[in-house]
């Protein structure tokens, strides 16, 4: 008996850390970790938004997404024919300068995630401020190529 719930022990134990190194790979800060906050907890957003009026968390999680992929988009210069999806991560610091830029496409594309890159970079962000401190933060969309309207 004492053998069963050392094995089962362990194996709990092998789950949860498995768990939470597969959530690492997103780089994603749910909650203040002491340097970095997630975007959608943030008291001011560093890109422009229309999201205050939400209060639903999950509503609010999906209008920043949508203004912060509507943003990027509009900066995008090409066409593409992608049949996938996009994710982008980034942070933007405490002086509103962009950092630790991730791509990942689910196909590979390589271009695309360039161009998302140099759009990101072209963003006009601002600080931000987490319980009315500036703060660092990791923002975070899907960039969906079925609403890929380039300017020309």
Request: charged residues 35%; aromatic residues 10%; contains cysteine.
């Amino acid at each position: 008996m004492k053998l069963k719930l050392i094995y089962l022990t362990f194996i709990i134990g092998f789950l949860n850390i498995s768990i939470v190194h597969s959530q690492a790979d997103l780089k994603l800060a749910k909650k203040k970790n002491g340097k970095t906050v997630h975007f959608t907890m943030v008291d001011k957003t560093p890109f422009e938004n229309d999201c205050d009026g939400e209060s639903d968390d999950k509503e609010r999680t999906k209008c920043l997404e949508k203004s912060l992929r509507d943003e990027i988009l509009t900066l995008i210069e090409k066409d593409y024919e992608y049949s996938g999806e996009m994710y982008v991560w980034f942070t933007v610091d405490k002086k509103g300068n962009v950092t630790d830029i991730a791509t990942k496409g689910f196909p590979s594309a390589p271009d695309f995630e360039k161009d998302i890159k140099k759009a990101v970079m072209e963003l006009k962000l601002t600080k931000s401020t987490y319980r009315n401190r500036k703060a660092n933060v990791r923002c975070y969309t899907r960039v969906l190529p079925e609403i890929i309207s380039p300017k020309k």
